[in-house]
């Protein structure tokens, strides 16, 4: 079946522009998380969605930062008045549950965000 | 807070060697622990997994060991290969629920021929 997908692949702003990425998670999975990967870097969380459950958003890093899951599918995070160290691989990853066997994270492609 | 320290960020082996990274994590609820592999240019992919109910998995040239006492888990990978050069995650559960994912900074490895 089909796996995580993340659109756009690459993103080119300039600094001060909003930009508005997006997750496709696999279809049944109950869980959705954001993660941001500077270049050669480890994977910092940003925010967690599961379920109908509040998300925990304790990684955002600013107020600029924002992210919403609709009807429990698709997830787009949004990044306001972009600044140049937002510039990174922001990674999607969906996973069947948060418990039992269902814990295991599978990644989309990624979106590699250039802030000029 | 809630962190998970990884260790070494570079590794060099003899291909045939083995390889050892280790991790540390901060909440004593995690009870979910896996490693993931990224190759160049690729998503992270999960290649073991251990939950806090057993103290070592095995699979194949990979194992993983779990101290939850001292809150250290590792991965060892025996025979090491060229295709095992990538970078390795460790993560583990946090959160009120501890379901929410954290990872390490990752390791480098590299297998010399």
């Known amino acids: 079946g089909a796996g995580v997908s993340q659109s756009p692949s690459n993103k080119v702003t ?3 522009k909003d930009v508005e990425l997006r997750c496709d998670p696999i279809s049944g999975h109950t869980a959705l998380y954001w993660y941001r990967q500077s270049l050669g870097q480890g994977l910092e969380f940003l925010i967690y969605f599961q379920g109908n459950s509040a998300p925990d958003k304790s990684g955002l890093p600013s107020d600029r930062f ?3 899951r609709t009807g429990g599918s698709v997830s787009t995070l949004t990044i306001q ?9 922001y990674l ?3 996973s069947l549950e948060t418990s039992g066997r269902g814990y295991e994270q599978y990644f989309g492609p990624g979106t ?3 802030v000029t | 807070g809630e962190n998970v320290e990884q260790h070494p960020s570079t590794l060099s082996v003899q291909e045939g060697d083995s390889a050892v990274i280790k991790c540390t994590y901060s909440d004593s609820a995690s009870n979910y622990f896996p490693w993931y592999k990224q190759e160049l240019g690729k998503r992270p992919q999960l290649i073991i997994d251990i939950r806090s ?3 070592e998995k095995k699979d194949q040239r990979i194992a993983v060991t779990l101290n939850k006492t001292a809150k250290h888990f590792s991965l060892h990978i025996t025979e090491t290969q060229p295709e095992d050069s990538a970078v ?7 959160g009120s629920s501890a379901s929410k994912i954290i990872f390490g900074s990752g390791t480098r490895l590299s297998i010399r021929p």
């Not at chain 2, 390795?88 to 946090?94: E, I, K, L, N, T």
Request: glycine share 6%; with cysteine; proline share 0%.
């Open chain 1, 14 to 16: 300039e600094k001060g």
């Open chain 1, 66 to 68: 924002s992210a919403e």
């Open chain 1, 81 to 89: 008045r972009t600044q140049q160290e937002d510039s990174a691989v």
């Open chain 1, 92 to 94: 999607c990853a969906s």
């Open chain 1, 112 to 114: 590699r965000l250039t």
């Open chain 2, 53 to 55: 109910n057993v103290g």
């Open chain 2, 88 to 94: 390795y995650f460790c993560a583990a559960s946090m």
